[in-house]
Each structure stands twice: as structure tokens, then as C-alpha cells.
């Protein structure tokens, strides 16, 4: 298991060096986390049926819907 100091210290390069990288990445994860937050919304809309939103659920290895 790597150090954890090493690990916060090559982060802490990664940062200061590549800033524009770092930048990108937080956009995506950004734009990941909308995607995510529109199907879980999906998942619990109780307007769509029941066993899509379940099927759906298994698909992608998230939580079921209840109902």
C-alpha cells in the first residue's frame, strides 16, 4: 500500500504542474456527475414503469427503485 504523504505530495505536483489537466478533469468528473444525477433521477420518476427502472438499474450496477 503506497505512503499516503507520497500520494498527497505527487497530487500536490500534479496540481501545481499541470493545472490545464487538472482543470479538465474536474470538468468531466463535473459532467459525469450531471449524467449520473439525470439517471438516478430516472431511476426513482415513478410516472415510468416500474420494471425499466429496474432493469435499468441492473444494467448500469446502481441501487434499485423501491417502487
Excluded: K, W
Amino acid at each position: 500500500m503506497p505512503d499516503q504523504a507520497y500520494v498527497g505530495q505527487l497530487a500536490g505536483q500534479l496540481c501545481t504542474r499541470h493545472t490545464a489537466l487538472v482543470a479538465t478533469l474536474e470538468t468531466d468528473l463535473a459532467s459525469h456527475r450531471q449524467r449520473l444525477a439525470t439517471v438516478v433521477r430516472f431511476l426513482h420518476n415513478e410516472a415510468i414503469a416500474h420494471d425499466i427502472r429496474l432493469n435499468l438499474a441492473r444494467e448500469l450496477r446502481l441501487p434499485e427503485p423501491s417502487r
